[in-house]
């Protein structure tokens, strides 16, 4: 079984403030993938990342940067300079599947983060 | 990215009658496309599985009966509910695999339909 555990529930910061959303994932599959979605308040999902399990480079993009630890099974995520339009739930997730076939999503069960001006 | 869609975004109906949603790729093939159900301030959870040609797989709770969902084409999956109860209220998701595109096999979501029975 799979299961990924997002153990902040809500987190507060001050604008330009940096921020680490946690992400601890458990899987027994060895090839899986993880990934990381945003959900503003309108709802809709928004792709940020996908890693592979064979792939620890950590990675940036902009402000975002993750840093995937396959030896602690983390993927966690960092905003650096946050800024108001960041705040929305996020969201990490894990797929899995060696049979290559429907490959579902197990999602967190996110964070709430708030920027404040 | 890929871009999926979904009709309608809310939709309030009466308890019993049926409701259905509409989600579609819009610039790729989905073979697969899966239906999540969302209540407030929770995480998503996964219904079922739709298989363009093919039954739907259902998760573990989830009645087959009530929530009809048909992958007709590759484009295009609906989730219908029927005899819709309050309990049902909830905001509905659906993703498309995008297996060929991207050529990273990665799911994108539609923007979500609000669901509320009175």
């Known amino acids: 079984a799979q299961k990924v555990t997002q153990a902040q529930t809500e987190i507060s910061v001050v604008e330009k403030e940096d921020v680490t959303l946690d992400c601890v994932y458990e899987?027994?599959?060895?090839?899986?993938?993880l990934f990381w979605y945003k959900q503003p308040p309108s709802g809709e999902l928004v792709f940020l990342i996908r890693?592979?399990?064979?792939?620890?480079q950590n990675e940036i993009s902009g402000r975002y940067s993750w840093n995937f630890q396959k030896s602690t099974s983390s993927f966690n995520f960092t905003i650096t300079a946050s800024q108001v339009v960041d705040s929305a739930v996020y969201f990490c997730?894990?797929?899995?599947?060696?049979?290559?076939?429907?490959?579902?999503?197990?999602f967190g069960s996110g964070t709430q983060l708030t920027v404040l001006p | 990215g890929a871009v999926v869609s979904q009709h309608p975004s809310w939709v309030i109906c009466k308890s019993g009658t049926s409701v259905k949603i509409e989600c579609r790729s819009l610039?790729?093939?989905?073979?697969?496309m899966f239906w999540y159900r969302q209540f407030p301030k929770q995480s998503l959870m996964l219904m079922a599985t739709s298989n363009e040609g093919s039954k739907a797989t259902y998760e573990q709770g989830v009645e087959k009966d009530k929530f009809l969902i048909n992958h007709a084409s590759l484009t295009l999956s609906t989730l219908t509910v029927t005899s819709a109860h309050p309990e049902d209220s909830s905001f509905y998701i659906c993703s498309a695999r995008d297996q060929v595109t991207s050529g990273t096999d990665t799911q994108y979501f539609g923007p979500g339909t609000r669901l509320t029975v009175l």
């Open positions: 899987t027994r599959d060895t090839t899986y993938y």
């Open positions: 610039d790729f093939q989905a073979t697969t």
């Open positions: 997730a894990l797929s899995g599947d060696p049979s290559g076939s429907a490959r579902q999503l197990t």
């Open positions: 890693r592979n399990s064979f792939d620890e």
